[in-house]
């Protein structure tokens, strides 16, 4: 017989928007659950990029000081290199915000964090190895959700499910929710190759004809993200590991000696490419955020910081409703209407830059030269404050409006 339990909320999925959303209602005294179907969050190359507008929602929160005590690597700007020529394109260092960098940190850890801080309310529960299968609906309208778990069946009626269960999202499909796929001509391949205290500090990308790989700095080691067209794992697998290696050596050649770090293709994570988005992210009892919503390219790193402002319009929106058990569908709509703008920008320049930049690179035979924007940055610095804007804070920076209910 099933386990059953009633919340205020639902949450399904347990990455960053799931628990930010959970976190931060529960704060706010709204009794919630989020179901996270893996037993830890140990997922490697996922995104790892906390940029600076969730850096400052963490200030707001009280937080940062202690949130800056994980291990992180700090990033001030970003530089791409084109052929011979090394431009730096983006310099966090000006933003209006308290943390004036990127914190390159390991998912695992911020949303660790962010679990930690949920379970000093007593109104967060957070269920590990319990995944989202089913909706309960009565009379058009979803009332909740239905679970697996290791030790059986787990009913939760809800007065809101919120789908944070990503690009395959579950909630997404039961509910029938239609995707616009909008396209993406790239996918990516990740690895890490170690680092040594001889190698650059910079964190940046390298475009050559035919090749492109962005490298991040972790201190230890480099998470490297090799750009190929789309579907083309299987002209790679192919070709054979000591080829891929020599292509990435070929692009980086101080690299070549520890190229042997890459012993099979299992060592190698394939990350396809997606953009997509939801004409319509919820209906009566149910509404999707994040990659639930919006699927985003790793182009400029931004797909986590997304999701987090996500997550926290939706708890500034949502939480008086969910108080009073009054949701309705014009507070869903707000969600949506609050977040479908910088959502569409971002995908649009996201698409830009693969179509314009990317693909004309892998599919180029001569080496590359810096598109004329990106000179302009050489001679007037004032220009990379542009980017940094962007990528660091998005387009419509979301602040915490929730009130903290203690007891």
């Known amino acids: 017989m099933a386990e059953t339990i009633s919340m205020r909320c639902c949450i399904a999925g347990g990455g960053p928007a799931g628990m930010m959303l959970g976190f931060l209602l529960a704060r706010a005294g709204i009794d919630v659950t989020v179901l996270e179907k893996h037993a830890d969050f140990l997922r490697d190359f996922r995104g790892d990029t906390i940029h600076p507008s ?27 290199q084109f052929g011979g020529e090394s431009i730096q394109m983006a310099d966090f260092s000006h933003l209006p915000v308290h943390c004036r960098f990127v914190a390159l940190m390991p998912q695992w850890d911020f949303l660790n964090f962010l679990a930690a801080q949920g379970k000093r309310y007593p109104a967060f529960h957070l269920r590990m190895q319990a995944e989202a299968k089913e909706l309960i609906e009565e009379g058009g309208r979803v009332v909740g959700v239905r679970a697996t778990t290791p030790d059986g069946p787990l009913e939760i009626k809800a007065s809101l499910v919120v789908g944070c269960d990503g690009r395959q999202s579950t909630v997404r499909e039961r509910a029938g929710l239609k995707v616009e796929d909008v396209g993406a001509p790239i996918d990516v391949l990740w690895f890490r190759l170690s680092r040594r205290s001889s190698d650059t500090e910079e964190t940046g990308g390298h475009i050559e004809a035919g090749k492109m790989m962005v490298m991040l700095n972790r201190d ?21 590991l000591p ?16 190229m042997g770090e890459l012993k099979s293709f299992d060592d190698i994570k394939l990350l396809t490419v997606k953009i997509d988005r939801l004409p319509q992210w919820h209906r009566p009892g149910v509404l999707c955020i994040g990659d639930a919503a919006h699927a985003m390219s790793p182009v400029g790193g931004v797909g ?18 969910l108080r009073s058990g009054a949701v309705t569908n014009e507070h869903l709509a707000a969600v949506q ?23 004309p690179a892998l599919s180029g035979r001569e080496r590359p030269k810096p598109p004329f924007v990106l000179r302009l940055m050489r001679w007037l610095p004032l220009l990379r404050r542009i980017p940094a804007r962007i990528v660091g804070l998005g387009v419509r920076p979301e602040h915490i409006r929730t009130p903290e209910r203690v007891g």
């Open 243 to 258: 080829a891929f290696r020599e292509r990435v050596a070929d692009l980086e050649p101080w690299l070549r000696d520890r």
């Open 54 to 80: 969730t850096l400052e929602l963490m200030y707001e929160l009280g937080l940062v000081d202690e949130f800056l005590k994980l291990p992180h690597h700090k990033v001030s700007r970003l530089w791409v």
């Open 337 to 359: 209407a609050r977040r479908t703008f910088p959502m569409k920008v971002i995908q649009r320049m996201q698409i830009v830059v693969q179509s314009r930049l990317l693909s």
């Open 220 to 240: 230890d080691y480099w998470q490297c993200a090799y750009v190929i067209p789309k579907g083309g794992i299987e002209v790679v697998k192919r070709e054979g």
């Open 304 to 321: 986590v910081n997304l999701a987090v402002q996500d997550a926290v319009a939706a708890a500034n929106i949502l939480a008086e409703p």
